[in-house]
Protein backbone atom coordinates (compact mmCIF):
# COMPACT_ATOMS: atom_id res chain seq x y z
CA UNK A 1 0.00 0.00 0.00
CA UNK A 2 1.30 3.57 -0.68
CA UNK A 3 1.96 6.39 1.25
CA UNK A 4 1.58 4.27 5.30
CA UNK A 5 1.05 7.02 7.54
CA UNK A 6 0.42 7.20 11.33
CA UNK A 7 -2.47 5.75 12.49
CA UNK A 8 -4.59 8.48 12.60
CA UNK A 9 -7.45 9.45 10.23
CA UNK A 10 -6.02 12.37 8.16
CA UNK A 11 -7.97 15.08 7.44
CA UNK A 12 -10.32 14.42 4.95
CA UNK A 13 -8.90 17.01 1.76
CA UNK A 14 -11.35 19.78 0.87
CA UNK A 15 -14.20 17.90 -1.64
CA UNK A 16 -13.71 14.56 0.35
CA UNK A 17 -15.13 12.73 2.84
CA UNK A 18 -14.25 10.43 5.57
CA UNK A 19 -16.36 7.28 5.77
CA UNK A 20 -16.78 5.65 9.10
CA UNK A 21 -17.16 2.58 8.06
CA UNK A 22 -15.85 -0.71 8.50
CA UNK A 23 -13.36 -2.33 6.46
CA UNK A 24 -11.20 -5.58 5.83
CA UNK A 25 -8.60 -7.16 3.55
CA UNK A 26 -9.52 -10.18 2.67
CA UNK A 27 -12.57 -11.84 1.40
CA UNK A 28 -12.48 -15.20 3.61
CA UNK A 29 -14.19 -15.65 7.00
CA UNK A 30 -13.44 -12.99 10.01
CA UNK A 31 -13.32 -12.92 13.78
CA UNK A 32 -13.47 -8.82 14.14
CA UNK A 33 -12.65 -5.73 11.72
CA UNK A 34 -9.77 -3.70 13.43
CA UNK A 35 -9.91 -0.64 10.38
CA UNK A 36 -12.29 1.55 9.93
CA UNK A 37 -12.70 4.57 7.74
CA UNK A 38 -12.35 5.17 4.19
CA UNK A 39 -11.74 8.34 2.17
CA UNK A 40 -12.76 8.63 -1.62
CA UNK A 41 -10.20 11.71 -2.89
CA UNK A 42 -9.21 13.04 -6.52
CA UNK A 43 -7.23 10.48 -7.51
CA UNK A 44 -7.22 7.48 -5.14
CA UNK A 45 -8.67 5.69 -2.46
CA UNK A 46 -7.35 6.08 1.41
CA UNK A 47 -7.42 3.99 4.23
CA UNK A 48 -6.19 2.15 7.06
CA UNK A 49 -4.61 -1.44 6.79
CA UNK A 50 -3.53 -2.87 10.35
CA UNK A 51 -4.28 0.60 11.92
CA UNK A 52 -2.18 3.02 9.39
CA UNK A 53 -3.14 5.07 7.27
CA UNK A 54 -2.13 4.66 3.23
CA UNK A 55 -3.39 4.98 -0.26
CA UNK A 56 -4.52 3.03 -3.56
CA UNK A 57 -4.77 4.83 -6.86
CA UNK A 58 -7.53 4.61 -8.78
CA UNK A 59 -5.57 3.47 -11.55
CA UNK A 60 -5.00 0.29 -9.48
CA UNK A 61 -8.33 -0.60 -9.82
CA UNK A 62 -9.38 -3.68 -11.78
CA UNK A 63 -12.89 -4.51 -10.61
CA UNK A 64 -15.68 -3.68 -8.40
CA UNK A 65 -18.13 -5.95 -7.24
CA UNK A 66 -21.56 -5.19 -4.55
CA UNK A 67 -23.20 -7.85 -2.86
CA UNK A 68 -25.38 -8.27 -0.01
CA UNK A 69 -25.77 -10.88 2.92
CA UNK A 70 -29.14 -11.34 4.74
CA UNK A 71 -28.49 -12.70 8.36
CA UNK A 72 -32.01 -13.84 9.73
CA UNK A 73 -33.05 -12.24 12.62
CA UNK A 74 -30.09 -9.50 12.00
CA UNK A 75 -30.81 -7.96 8.88
CA UNK A 76 -28.69 -7.62 5.69
CA UNK A 77 -25.07 -6.50 5.37
CA UNK A 78 -23.82 -5.41 2.17
CA UNK A 79 -20.27 -5.45 1.00
CA UNK A 80 -18.42 -3.36 -1.99
CA UNK A 81 -15.21 -5.33 -2.70
CA UNK A 82 -12.65 -3.56 -4.81
CA UNK A 83 -9.62 -5.74 -6.17
CA UNK A 84 -6.52 -4.28 -6.99
CA UNK A 85 -3.58 -4.92 -9.93
CA UNK A 86 -1.87 -6.35 -7.37
CA UNK A 87 -3.88 -8.55 -5.86
CA UNK A 88 -4.65 -6.02 -2.77
CA UNK A 89 -8.43 -6.37 -1.72
CA UNK A 90 -10.49 -3.53 0.61
CA UNK A 91 -13.67 -4.79 1.33
CA UNK A 92 -16.16 -1.73 2.66
CA UNK A 93 -18.95 -2.47 4.79
CA UNK A 94 -22.22 -1.24 6.59
CA UNK A 95 -21.97 -3.34 9.93
CA UNK A 96 -20.46 -3.55 13.24
CA UNK A 97 -17.03 -4.85 13.80
CA UNK A 98 -18.42 -8.20 14.30
CA UNK A 99 -20.43 -8.39 10.63
CA UNK A 100 -23.60 -8.01 12.35
CA UNK A 101 -25.79 -5.68 10.11
CA UNK A 102 -25.68 -2.15 11.19
CA UNK A 103 -28.83 -0.36 10.30
CA UNK A 104 -27.55 2.82 10.95
CA UNK A 105 -24.57 2.77 8.37
CA UNK A 106 -26.70 1.55 5.34
CA UNK A 107 -27.12 5.30 3.78
CA UNK A 108 -23.84 6.24 4.62
CA UNK A 109 -22.87 3.08 2.74
CA UNK A 110 -24.53 3.71 0.24
CA UNK A 111 -23.01 7.47 -0.07
CA UNK A 112 -19.95 5.70 -0.03
CA UNK A 113 -21.08 3.97 -3.32
CA UNK A 114 -21.53 6.64 -5.08
CA UNK A 115 -19.39 8.83 -4.09
CA UNK A 116 -16.64 6.49 -5.26
CA UNK A 117 -18.52 5.02 -8.51
CA UNK A 118 -18.57 9.42 -9.25
CA UNK A 119 -14.73 9.57 -8.80
CA UNK A 120 -14.08 6.57 -10.94
CA UNK A 121 -16.33 8.05 -13.63
CA UNK A 122 -15.28 11.43 -13.75
CA UNK A 123 -11.35 10.36 -13.52
CA UNK A 124 -11.94 8.19 -16.96
CA UNK A 125 -11.10 4.91 -14.94
CA UNK A 126 -14.59 3.50 -15.29
CA UNK A 127 -13.83 2.09 -18.66
CA UNK A 128 -11.17 -0.19 -17.95
CA UNK A 129 -12.58 -1.56 -14.56
CA UNK A 130 -14.92 -4.78 -14.20
CA UNK A 131 -18.05 -3.84 -12.48
CA UNK A 132 -20.48 -6.83 -11.10
CA UNK A 133 -23.50 -7.09 -8.74
CA UNK A 134 -24.24 -10.50 -6.78
CA UNK A 135 -22.21 -13.40 -6.08
CA UNK A 136 -19.86 -15.36 -7.80
CA UNK A 137 -22.20 -18.25 -10.24
CA UNK A 138 -20.67 -21.31 -7.68
CA UNK A 139 -22.11 -19.57 -4.77
CA UNK A 140 -25.91 -18.85 -6.42
CA UNK A 141 -26.06 -22.24 -6.63
CA UNK A 142 -25.20 -23.31 -3.79
CA UNK A 143 -27.70 -20.75 -2.49
CA UNK A 144 -30.38 -22.18 -5.18
CA UNK A 145 -29.69 -25.66 -3.36
CA UNK A 146 -29.79 -24.41 -0.04
CA UNK A 147 -32.84 -22.89 -0.47
CA UNK A 148 -34.96 -26.07 -1.67
CA UNK A 149 -33.39 -27.85 1.27
CA UNK A 150 -34.97 -25.64 3.53
CA UNK A 151 -38.03 -24.78 1.69
CA UNK A 152 -38.59 -28.73 1.52
CA UNK A 153 -37.74 -29.13 5.64
CA UNK A 154 -39.50 -25.89 6.10
CA UNK A 155 -42.63 -25.94 4.10
CA UNK A 156 -43.15 -29.35 2.30
CA UNK A 157 -42.24 -31.48 5.37
CA UNK A 158 -45.37 -29.69 7.40
CA UNK A 159 -47.90 -29.46 4.97
CA UNK A 160 -47.69 -33.49 4.65
CA UNK A 161 -47.71 -33.50 8.16
CA UNK A 162 -50.42 -32.04 8.60
CA UNK A 163 -52.34 -33.49 5.48
CA UNK A 164 -51.54 -36.61 6.79
CA UNK A 165 -52.11 -36.24 10.35
CA UNK A 166 -55.61 -34.05 9.68
CA UNK A 167 -53.90 -31.62 12.64
CA UNK A 168 -54.03 -28.27 11.67
CA UNK A 169 -51.40 -26.97 14.23
CA UNK A 170 -48.32 -28.01 12.23
CA UNK A 171 -48.92 -25.28 9.34
CA UNK A 172 -47.94 -22.85 12.27
CA UNK A 173 -44.80 -24.22 11.50
CA UNK A 174 -44.79 -23.90 7.84
CA UNK A 175 -45.94 -20.73 8.34
CA UNK A 176 -42.73 -20.02 10.61
CA UNK A 177 -40.95 -21.22 7.52
CA UNK A 178 -42.23 -19.14 5.09
CA UNK A 179 -41.12 -16.09 7.66
CA UNK A 180 -37.55 -17.52 8.06
CA UNK A 181 -36.88 -18.40 4.36
CA UNK A 182 -38.49 -14.72 2.44
CA UNK A 183 -35.47 -12.64 3.61
CA UNK A 184 -33.08 -15.62 1.98
CA UNK A 185 -35.24 -16.03 -0.73
CA UNK A 186 -34.63 -11.96 -1.33
CA UNK A 187 -31.14 -11.91 -0.93
CA UNK A 188 -30.77 -14.63 -3.46
CA UNK A 189 -32.72 -13.11 -6.30
CA UNK A 190 -31.14 -9.87 -5.26
CA UNK A 191 -27.52 -11.29 -5.58
CA UNK A 192 -28.03 -12.84 -8.72
CA UNK A 193 -24.52 -12.37 -10.75
CA UNK A 194 -24.77 -9.46 -13.35
CA UNK A 195 -22.57 -6.59 -14.63
CA UNK A 196 -23.91 -2.51 -14.10
CA UNK A 197 -23.25 0.69 -15.14
CA UNK A 198 -21.16 2.56 -12.79
CA UNK A 199 -23.17 5.76 -13.10
CA UNK A 200 -25.94 4.13 -11.19
CA UNK A 201 -24.63 1.68 -8.69
CA UNK A 202 -27.30 -0.59 -7.79
CA UNK A 203 -28.54 -0.38 -3.66
CA UNK A 204 -28.07 -4.05 -2.51
CA UNK A 205 -30.68 -2.72 0.01
CA UNK A 206 -33.40 -2.43 -2.20
Request: hydrophobic residues 40%; contains cysteine.
Amino acid sequence: MSGAAPAKAPRPAEGSTLYDLFIRHRTRAFWKMTDQGVIPEADRLAYPVDGRWGFRLYSDIVSVNLASITVPRFGTTTNCTIKFGNGAVLVVVNSTAQGVPDAGQAEHYYDFVVDLHQRLVDGGHAGRIRFTRGFEASHTHFGAGFLLTGASALLVVPLLIALGTGDPEVLWAMLGGVFFLYPLWRGYYRNQPATYDPRDPPDMLA
